[in-house]
């Protein structure tokens, strides 16, 4: 194409309103600033108090690395990148020499997460706006279930019908279930879309009853088993932990017969479970993912590849064109490695009480990464370039040309497709890694819980940029836990993860020269999250012990140097409402999510950097727990109530509660001090524990839920006694404690 014709597929535009940002952001600063001087020169002498010397350091050290991480805060809200896309330019263009794409669907265990979920995000991602010869979709199933693989059948079956009603009427969203849940039924039964749909939705609900009452038995009817050879598989399996590699090319998009109700093609679409053997680590979905690179490489090898989670259908179905604007652009395609969409979840209540929708990282921060050109990978809604996932360094060139002409197709036609699945089995079978990259320099990262944010990290350093694109109308929509423990738990991994790569690939050594400091910078964001748990833990019960034991740590309220404490405190709860509310969130959902900030920070975080601790004493591995997609019915009807969720015995909550019951103590406490002061010409302002009862105040209002889970509540959600008992016993010692020693 000449150069001067040359329109860009792709726009970005810098954020709103930065100037006012950055002068905030320099005032705090400011009052930062005064703090640690106030630290410093009114620190208490080593003679009179030792333990308020000690408590005054160890406060002086966290609010040290508040500073830090609110600098990076603000690098990452610096100079926020936003895209869009210009999709007409790229049919005007391409149409006729779109490349193929090979979506790559997850799954790890049929129970938490059900076969009928897996397919209609399976259903989703086949019903693309995007012509259905490019497209294949690849499903690894690490449960290695019969289950889903009769879901998988029942799929293919169904998306004959289900992809020509999904192109007459441009239903959006394209994942069956979330269609018929959302959209209007037609009024007029006598349009052409009110005959289809009735008739539609019910070979829908059909299908669903099939599976469903399937899954709930747990077993494939010998009548079932006839309707298709692969069934035959699960002869040789005997656990989901050892078998060997299963591999069932359901629709062969080769095959002239492949085609829909109306004679379109159809998408392939091909059943995975790698061989599992208990000798030989699987590495989890980085595992998977490999597997599955190489094994599509041989049989459809598209140039681009989609990753979701199973759990995380596609509600938009020009996404893959839109990701084409970015990958295909003239000028700048070349250099981006992947288009990361947001995660964004389907099933939040009103106010999403466990913080999940993750509004701030997915509207704030990766916008501020992908200013730095590096968003993060963050496992699915991910289209990422083979050559850059499979390993290769940036070189200035991308193969764009060959994809166009084709030369990267090697499907083989004349293979049937039996013969394919033969050959391509050992690709997927456990010592096919030994002694190669796989692993390591190949494909997705292995030995870190977050593999997703490990690989693109090292993407980048190998010379490849990454883009984010947030579309008004979200990609995929996900499923985002339910319960407080689920997601402390999910919290736990990442941070773990996350703090892991900080100390064994950290950008600041391998990112040198390869990606901007700004980014290495930006990127501690998430690495650091671990470390956070320390400062925090510190700042939730020091302060209070103090107030117990009569050691004031903080100015009085009519001392002038409160200011920086007040402004900086309030200030920034203030801006970060204020930015909450901006970006579509309600108050009291601002307020939960300040909740699971706090609970994260002393639970999730600090086991996960326990945990690493342990790895690099050599005590512990990584692990993987899979985030259930369902939970039993009383318990997603106290979600719905937003009542959190405890119910089980877990240290998790003995923190949580030992904090909450040490805090509720220590106000108790502190407001009869404050009553019946020795001295009564003292008056509040010159108190020198108020601000120290304002942050105790703070962290009993914030805790309201729990005490309600420890004392009033009844049903099945409420604290375990257990969890009470012990949680009581830990409050009470570090108060007497406090008091006596
Ligand atoms: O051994 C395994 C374990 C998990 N998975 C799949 O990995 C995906 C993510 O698992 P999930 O339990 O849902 O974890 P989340 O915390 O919700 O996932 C986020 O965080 C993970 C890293 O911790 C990333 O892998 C995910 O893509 C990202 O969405 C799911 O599709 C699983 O089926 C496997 O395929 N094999
Ligand atoms: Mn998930």
Redesign the pocket.
């Known amino acids: 194409m000449a150069r001067n014709d040359y329109l860009p597929l792709f726009h970005t535009k810098s954020g709103k309103g930065l100037v006012s940002f950055r002068l905030f952001a320099a005032s705090i600063f400011a009052g930062v600033w005064l703090i640690l001087v106030h630290r410093v020169i009114h620190m208490p002498s080593n003679k009179g108090n030792t333990l308020a010397t000690w408590a005054w350091s160890g406060l002086f050290l966290s609010e040290l690395w508040f500073a830090f991480y609110y600098l990076i805060n603000v690098l990452v809200r610096w100079n926020p990148a936003y895209r869009n896309t210009f999709k007409d330019r790229l049919s005007l263009r391409y149409e006729k020499v779109l490349p193929g794409i090979d979506i790559f669907v997850?799954?790890?265990d049929p129970t938490v997460?059900p076969p009928i979920m897996v397919i209609n995000t399976v259903l989703s991602v086949m019903a693309y706006d995007y012509p259905p010869e490019k497209l294949s979709v690849y499903l690894?199933d690490?449960g290695g279930s019969d289950l889903t693989f009769y879901a998988m059948l029942m799929a293919s079956r169904f998306a004959k019908e289900w992809l020509p009603f999904c192109r007459k009427f441009k239903v959006e969203p394209r994942s069956p279930e979330a269609y018929f849940q959302t959209a209007p039924e037609p009024l007029d039964n006598n349009t052409l879309l009110a005959k289809e749909w009735t008739s539609i939705k019910k070979l829908y609900e059909d299908v669903k009853t099939r599976i469903e009452s399937t899954t709930k038995t747990g077993r494939i009817s010998g009548e079932i088993r006839k309707e298709h050879k692969g069934f035959l598989e699960w002869d040789y399996v005997s656990s989901r932990r050892d078998h060997q590699t299963i591999l069932q090319i359901l629709i062969d998009g080769r095959h002239a017969k492949a085609v829909d109700s109306e004679g379109q093609p159809l998408p392939s679409l091909i059943y995975l479970a790698r061989e599992k053997r208990p000798q030989y680590h699987?590495n989890?979905?980085a595992g998977?993912m490999n597997a599955l690179i190489r094994v599509s490489s041989r049989i459809t090898n598209a140039p681009i590849i989609l990753n979701v989670?199973?759990?995380m259908y596609s509600s938009n179905s020009e996404s893959v064109r839109d990701a084409l604007c970015f990958l295909l652009d003239e000028d700048k395609g070349k250099e981006i490695a992947y288009v990361q969409f947001p995660?964004v979840f389907g099933n939040l209540t009103k106010n999403d009480v466990y913080g999940s929708s993750l509004r701030i990282s997915s509207k704030v921060e990766l916008h501020g990464y992908d200013g730095y050109g590096g968003p993060c990978y963050?496992?699915?809604g991910c289209f990422h370039r083979r050559e850059s996932l499979s390993g290769k360094k940036y070189n200035g060139m991308a193969c764009q040309e060959d994809w166009m002409s084709n030369k990267v197709d090697i499907i083989k036609k004349e293979e049937n497709a039996h013969v394919l699945e033969e050959i391509c089995k050992v690709l997927a079978s456990c010592s096919y890694e030994e002694n190669t990259q796989w692993g390591k320099e190949m494909g997705l990262k292995y030995g870190c819980?977050?593999?997703?944010i490990l690989t693109g990290l090292c993407i980048q350093y190998r010379g490849w940029k990454s883009v984010y694109f947030n579309p008004e109308r979200p990609g995929f929509l996900g499923v985002a836990p339910t319960t407080l423990l689920q997601s402390l738990v999910?919290h736990k991994?990442?941070s773990e993860?996350d703090f892991e790569i900080f100390l064994r690939y950290c950008p600041f050594l391998y990112g040198h020269k390869k990606i901007s400091l700004g980014l290495q910078l930006t990127y501690c964001l998430y690495l650091l999250l671990a470390p956070n748990s320390l400062a925090t833990l510190y700042y939730v019960t020091v302060p209070s012990l103090c107030l117990l034991r009569g050691i004031s740590l903080f100015p009085q309220v009519l001392n002038p140097w409160v200011i920086p404490f007040v402004y900086v405190f309030f200030g920034n709860f203030a801006y970060s409402l204020v930015e909450f509310v901006h970006h579509g969130g309600t108050c009291i959902e601002w307020l939960n999510d300040t909740r699971m900030w706090v609970y994260r920070r002393t639970t999730s975080f600090l086991f996960g950097f326990c945990d690493n601790i342990f790895k690099l004493l050599g005590f512990s591995k990584s692990a993987?727990v899979?985030?259930a997609k369902v939970v039993d019915e009383d318990v997603s009807e106290r979600y719905e109530q937003e009542l959190m969720e405890f119910g089980t015995a877990s240290p998790l909550f003995t923190i949580l509660a030992t904090l909450a019951l040490l805090n509720a103590f220590v106000l108790v406490w502190g407001i009869k001090r404050l009553l019946i002061l020795e001295d009564p010409n003292i008056n509040l302002g010159q108190n020198p524990f108020s601000l120290q009862i304002i942050l105790c105040s703070l962290l009993v209002f914030i805790n309201v839920p729990l005490y309600k889970a420890l004392f009033l509540r009844k049903d099945k959600g409420r604290m375990p006694s257990s969890v009470a008992n012990k949680s009581l016993v830990f409050a009470l010692a570090a108060c007497l404690l406090a008091l006596r020693y």
Do not use: I, M, N, Y
């Open positions: 997850c799954t790890a997460e690894s690490d699987h989890f979905k998977a989670d199973c759990d995660q963050v496992g699915s819980p977050v593999e997703d999910q991994r990442w993860g993987f899979v985030t």
